[in-house]
């Protein structure tokens, strides 16, 4: 099974870029973040014609995720778990093919002297709250998506200039290492534990695409049923260099039959 995540930044404006590396990299599920349109506008008979069914958490001009299969997506959720407030579009899950599987997009964090940090903090809570109780099913899961996290320093071009950045200050890092500890694995530094540069993100301003100035933010947690069964996790450079890209690029899991 062959699982992407990418936050496309508007599904609409990069519609044409979406499809041709659908076509060319063929996923059997592909997670989406920063849909940025709501779901009944999201352009599901586009990605139909390619043969996937369409999940779709939406959101007027914010957020939004959406989980795409080949296969059915069964037992749908659209919201994660923990706070029957929280109206923001940020998370979908659902079983494909007997693998539990979520698109989620993290909340940023900052300004971090705003609510948005604590929110932000509450959010990783809840996730690492219920990954807990997904846990207690033996069922293989992923948790994949824009987590706007940076885990270590050497996932980001310059640690220094983002010591008090929310995407890499200690207390969102605790919060990730807190979801690891509960014995999920993170795909891309199991297969590629030394691998430098391997950035995800990177920014519109001050030439950081070209001076490769990037920060790796997406990614896939796996449960040990689905970390036992991982082939392979690679990122996905090219649509990144591509007119119209979205600053992120596709990340690319791979799970054994």
């Keep these: ?33 920063e849909i940025k349109c709501e779901t009944a506008s999201f352009p599901k008979q586009d990605f139909e014609a390619l043969g996937y069914s369409c999940a779709v958490v939406g959101q007027k001009s914010y957020n939004g995720v959406a989980l795409l299969s ?8 659209d919201h994660l778990p923990g706070d029957a407030e929280d109206t923001q579009g940020r998370y979908v899950e ?6 539990r599987i979520a698109s989620l997009y993290l909340p ?13 903090l509450r959010w990783m809570e809840r996730l690492r709250r219920h990954a807990a109780e997904l846990l207690k099913t ?24 983002w010591e008090t950045d929310a995407l890499f200050r200690p207390e969102t890092r605790a919060q990730f290492r807190a979801l690891l500890n509960l014995g999920l694995t993170e795909a891309f530094r199991a297969v590629h534990p030394d691998e430098a540069r391997a950035y995800t993100f990177w920014d519109y301003q001050a030439g950081r695409w070209p001076r490769d100035q990037g920060i790796r933010i997406d990614h896939f947690l796996l449960s040990p049923q ?12 090219g649509p990144r260099g591509e007119e119209k890209a979205s600053d992120h690029t596709p990340v690319v899991l791979e799970l054994a039959d």
């Design 108 to 120: 940023n964090g900052n300004p971090v002297g705003t609510e948005k940090y604590p929110y932000k």
């Design 226 to 237: 689905a970390a036992d069964r991982l082939a392979d996790c690679r990122i996905d450079r």
């Design 138 to 161: 033996e069922q293989p899961f992923v948790l994949g998506g824009d987590y706007n996290v940076i885990p270590a320093p050497e996932d980001v071009y310059d640690p220094q200039a």
């Design 1 to 33: 099974m062959k699982i992407a995540t990418w936050n496309v930044n508007s599904v609409k404006a990069r519609l044409p870029n979406v499809l041709a590396w659908l076509e060319r990299a063929s996923p059997d599920v592909v997670l989406f973040q």
């Design 70 to 77: 080949k296969q059915p997506a069964e037992d749908v959720l």
């Design 94 to 99: 659902a079983t494909v093919a007997g693998v």
